[in-house]
């Protein structure tokens, strides 16, 4: 018995050839894709990454204009003698600064860009100590997104 084999255009291996192909076409997008997010978080990592070195150095340099300042105002002083008076003077010509009278702490804000740098210091109480010990330094992003559990969707906030 003779069988009648038909060219078929698209057999097997055809088809084979046509699967590897998209497949090949699909990862290679899909590496493109990934590649390009991958080259875009790193340029967002660098730039608050260099933003962050210059904020900190930024706000070193403010924190040792204040302490020498301050330092300078308090040299005619007794050595056990009440700073207050001479603080007073030292915040009316800082109008940067925010002075919490019952912590007796400093708040200071460096902001450059989308970046600011939030600064906490505590003013000791006499000269013969530490003038201004920082306490506390938060770097800030201020893009307008909320990244705490509540207001992150993926923590089940809004």
């Not at 105002?73 to 010509?93: D, G, K, R, Y």
Request: aromatic content about 10%.
């Amino acid at each position: 018995m003779k069988t009648n084999r038909s060219i078929n255009l698209f057999g097997l291996s055809t088809l084979l050839t046509v699967f590897i192909v998209l497949m090949m076409s699909s990862f290679a997008i899909v590496t493109f894709l990934s590649a390009r997010n991958e080259q875009a978080a790193l340029k967002r990592s660098a730039t608050i990454l260099s933003a962050s070195y210059r904020l900190s150095s930024l706000t070193e340099e403010a924190y040792f204009a204040y302490l020498n300042e301050l330092s300078d105002l308090c040299e005619p002083l007794e050595s056990n003698a009440n700073i207050n008076l001479v603080f007073q003077q030292f915040l009316s010509t800082h109008p940067e600064i925010q002075y919490n009278n019952i912590n007796r702490t400093l708040i200071y804000r460096i902001t450059e860009n989308d970046f600011s740098q939030i600064n906490t210091l505590k003013l000791s109480q006499t000269k013969t100590d530490l003038l201004l010990e920082r306490i506390g330094t938060v770097f800030v992003i201020d893009n307008h997104q909320d990244y705490t559990q509540n207001g992150d969707p993926i923590w089940g906030g809004k």
